[in-house]
């Protein structure tokens, strides 16, 4: 069974400039999470959905941060415009539904912004 | 608000001895408290975890264990091997199901 599939894993982009990040879930899997990561850190929840719904978007800066999730798969993550601090690793992850426990996590998207 | 604190921050220990990480969580309400584990350039992986109405749960080398009095939870790996080097993640799950993550803790295995 494939994993929780993300692109790119690495992106080097002057500030400013607009990124996107891509996440595929585990075939199946209602929930899907974007989180942040930055060095020697937990993970950070951007936004969650439940199918194609946004359920819990509080903690995304949502002045340049934008998320969807067409047709309750496929997700995209957008920063326009990015800044230096949105330095690091963006995680998307997977489960069957919210309250069943176990998230499965892609490798991750690492962003630098120079 | 609500958070988990996690100790220590870095632990190193010799091959074969135990290693134990021990987080503390602020939400009495908190039902859910799984343990990840993530090593260098992957997303983290769940190896263990526990639900409020039990105390303990033991996988193999690995253990959970929960004090709802107290609101603490501990990882203890017992006999570790050089594979178990990476960075552990606790979390707690609040009413709204939102995991509230610890900072992590590096583990080190020294051969």
């Known amino acids: 069974e494939a994993g929780v599939v993300q692109s790119p894993r690495y992106k080097i982009i002057e500030k400013k400039q607009p990124v996107a990040f891509w996440c595929n879930p585990i075939s199946g899997h209602n929930t899907l999470y974007w989180y942040l990561q930055n060095l020697g850190q937990g993970p950070e929840l951007l936004i969650r959905?439940?199918?194609?719904?946004?359920?819990?978007d509080s903690q995304l800066p949502k002045d340049r941060f934008s998320a969807e999730r067409l047709k309750g798969v496929d997700s995209t993550l957008k920063i326009q415009p990015a800044e230096l601090g949105d330095s690091a690793v963006y995680l998307c992850a997977s489960s069957l539904s919210t309250s069943t426990g176990e998230l499965f996590f892609g490798e991750g998207s690492r962003l630098t912004v120079l | 608000g609500e958070n988990v604190e996690q100790h220590p921050s870095t632990l190193s220990v010799q091959e074969g001895d135990s290693a134990v990480i021990k987080c503390t969580y602020s939400?009495?309400?908190?039902?859910?408290f799984p343990w990840y584990k993530q090593e260098l350039g992957k997303g983290p992986q769940l190896i263990i975890d526990i639900r409020s109405n039990v105390g303990e749960k033991k996988d193999q080398r690995i253990a959970v264990t929960l004090n709802k009095t107290a609101k603490h939870f501990s990882l203890h790996i017992t006999e570790t091997q050089p594979e178990d080097s990476a960075v552990y993640f606790c979390?707690?799950?609040?009413?709204?199901?939102?995991?509230?993550w610890g900072a992590g803790t590096k583990l080190i295995i020294k051969p």
């Open positions: 959905y439940e199918n194609e719904e946004a359920v819990d």
């Open positions: 939400d009495s309400a908190s039902n859910y």
């Open positions: 979390a707690a799950s609040n009413s709204n199901y939102q995991l509230i």
